[in-house]
């Protein structure tokens, strides 16, 4: 699935992600498929693959990993698929600017790692300076395009806090601090989704006519559990290939899966009580996070018959045992048959990712890669869609210091400045140039 396919006409019609378990519920009451609720999903969709790609290119850049080339073209593609959203909103010459300034962002960045891995001080700091020019030229370019709704000490600081993000994870990375490194990839992850809801909103506010409010409880809802879920991919194919390699961050990796777990486990209990979190945990944990490592290490001592009876639980007993779960703590709002084949859907795309990395594949595996990722998103629609309407009124429309207590949270960002995410908004840009310099240096 490409998400430019779903992405245009971001201004001109409802966004609609294919719906697991997304057909009209009976009730009147709050929903997860309305028009602002797909515009925001979508926004979170192509931002946190942008954020996951840039993080998993670096530390391919730093390791030599021969995946690294394939990875960038995945931010490349990832860019492309953003740029119906600045034409609709710039126009053409203001994409055409965007990418001018880009330019010296997605070099700075690659130089960075490589500066890194090299040792190299003189152009570790030429591309750090290209960075903060990118900063301080996209935030007057973005204080102009808006006319001044986004204030330009505004929007640098916020791109400024972005590159800080990305960039301190790839230090700590780069250093062998892991924990430290993943810790901040977790945090970074969280913080991108709050772009998503501000641009959302901004769009929403300005084609009220085209889009409803994306930033509802009902909405925060939905996107939260398509953060836990997107995480969930990302981090799956790092630990993986880690595992695969013997790399020395691998059980800091595995680490963060265990924190994804969590916010899966809490979030559950305080829908569905202690006993049906307690069981999920059992069988996420032994039926799927143990079984990616077990594959991973059969795969990389070449054990075949292992390697087949992984991908079997994966895709089978574990697609059909949570599937069933889910159909039946959702009481059938799920459709047992179509939840597993989704389920089943996922296990495939973790497992042929993988798979073609290991084969040499790396095109494939990324193309692979950005397919599985999208597909969080529909099982999260499902899920999300299927929890409110069995506890419609979690998810009212209230107050804020009424927000549902569901575990899973309201917005990310409800503790920062809307302007500060507006800015951070930005990012949906961010990635769109990516593809500039990269074509350009090719042709040359």
């Known amino acids: 699935m490409k998400w430019r396919k779903i992405l245009a006409p971001v201004l001109g019609a409802a966004l609609l992600l294919p719906g697991m378990g997304s ?4 009730h009147d009451g709050p929903h997860t498929d309305t028009t602002g609720d797909e515009l925001r999903a979508t926004l979170d969709g192509l931002l946190s693959e942008h954020y996951a790609l840039a993080v998993d290119s670096m530390m391919k850049i730093y390791d030599g990993d021969k995946a690294a080339e394939a990875a960038m073209a995945a931010l490349d593609e990832n860019a492309a698929d953003m740029e119906p959203v600045i034409a609709s909103v710039y126009g053409e010459e203001g994409g055409a600017a965007f990418e001018e300034i880009f330019a010296k962002h997605n070099v700075g960045t ?3 790692a490589m500066a890194v891995k090299e040792a190299n001080e003189e152009m570790k700091q030429e591309s750090l300076e290209q960075i903060q020019s990118f900063v301080d030229e996209m935030g007057t370019f973005l204080a102009t395009a808006t006319e001044g709704n986004l204030p330009e000490d505004g929007a640098k600081q916020a791109l400024r806090q972005h590159e800080d993000f990305v960039q301190d994870t790839f230090d700590l990375y780069a250093a062998g601090e892991y924990e430290a490194a993943y810790k901040s990839y977790l945090e970074g992850f969280k913080q991108i989704f709050g772009a998503g809801s501000a641009i959302s909103g901004a769009i929403a506010a300005q084609f009220p006519d085209q889009f409803t409010d994306p930033n509802t409880p009902a909405g925060d809802f939905r996107s939260t559990v398509n953060r836990i879920a997107a995480e969930h991919f990302a981090l799956a194919q790092l630990s993986m290939a880690k595992g695969y390699n013997g790399s020395a961050d691998f059980d800091f ?7 994804n777990t969590e916010e899966f486990r809490a979030a559950l209990a305080s829908v569905y009580g202690d006993e049906a979190s307690n069981q999920f945990v059992a069988l996420w944990n032994n039926e799927h996070i143990s079984i990616q490592g077990n594959l991973a290490a059969a795969s990389a001592s070449e054990d075949q018959e292992a390697v087949d009876s992984a991908t079997m639980t994966l895709t089978d007993t574990f697609a059909n045992e949570l599937g069933t779960f889910l159909n039946t703590a959702t009481e059938d709002r799920m459709p047992l048959e179509e939840t ?3 389920v089943a859907a996922h296990e495939k795309s ?16 990324y193309e692979t890669y950005r397919t ?4 969080m998103f529909d099982i999260g629609k499902g899920l999300s869609g299927a929890v409110v309407d069995q506890f419609p009124e979690n998810f009212v429309n209230a107050a804020p210091d009424k927000m549902p207590a569901t575990g ?6 409800q503790s920062d400045t809307m302007m500060l995410w507006v800015a951070l908004s930005a990012l949906i840009l961010v990635g769109a140039g990516t593809i500039t310099y990269r074509q350009s240096k090719q042709q040359s």
């Open 23 to 26: 057909a009209a519920f009976a």
């Open 110 to 112: 690659d130089d960075y």
């Open 253 to 259: 990796a595995d680490w963060a899966q265990d924190q």
């Open 408 to 413: 899973f949270g309201g917005s990310e960002s």
């Open 340 to 342: 597993i084949a989704a």
């Open 372 to 375: 599985g990722y999208a597909l």
């Open 350 to 365: 973790v497992v042929d990712t993988f798979q073609q990395y290991v084969s040499g594949d790396y095109a494939a595996s």
